[in-house]
């Protein structure tokens, strides 16, 4: 098994889409921004423009635990960060395609990990 560790990578977002190998059409990627502040779970949620590098140790120690997510397109390129309090953070990362859009995110929340996954735009209530 390929053991990763966490780095900022840029995403390569384009993907060409081919119809009976004759033409190609270049679709655009999800484009789902996160809100400046987003209430769930009873708790107020912040975005961060930047990981600090106690966010990239916690990522770490996430995948390290959690070797079946190493290496999954999943989570892929430098996640979106999300934070409530000093504590709670939420890693989002997107993928996909106009009405194919997903995401998934790691939870650090009241000291545990959890995973979650869905279509759409997350922060939609």
């Not at 921004?33 to 209430?39: H, I, Q, R």
């Not at 975005?47 to 600090?52: K, T």
Request: proline letters at 6%; a negative charge; one cysteine or more.
């Amino acid at each position: 098994m390929i053991q990763r560790e966490i780095f900022v990578v840029p995403f390569l977002s384009l993907m060409l889409i081919g119809c009976g190998g004759t033409s190609a059409e270049l679709q655009q990627p999800a484009t789902i921004e996160l809100p400046v502040s987003w209430a769930a779970d009873g708790k107020t949620w912040a975005a961060q423009p930047i990981m600090s590098s106690a966010d990239e140790e916690l990522l770490t120690r996430f995948f390290h635990a959690q070797p079946q997510f190493q290496g999954s397109s999943d989570f892929e390129g430098a996640p979106k960060l999300m934070t409530a309090g000093k504590a709670d953070r939420r890693f989002y990362w997107f993928r996909g395609t106009g009405d194919a859009a997903a995401w998934s995110c790691v939870h650090f929340e009241e000291g545990k990990f959890r995973t979650s996954a869905g279509t759409g735009n997350p922060f939609s209530n």
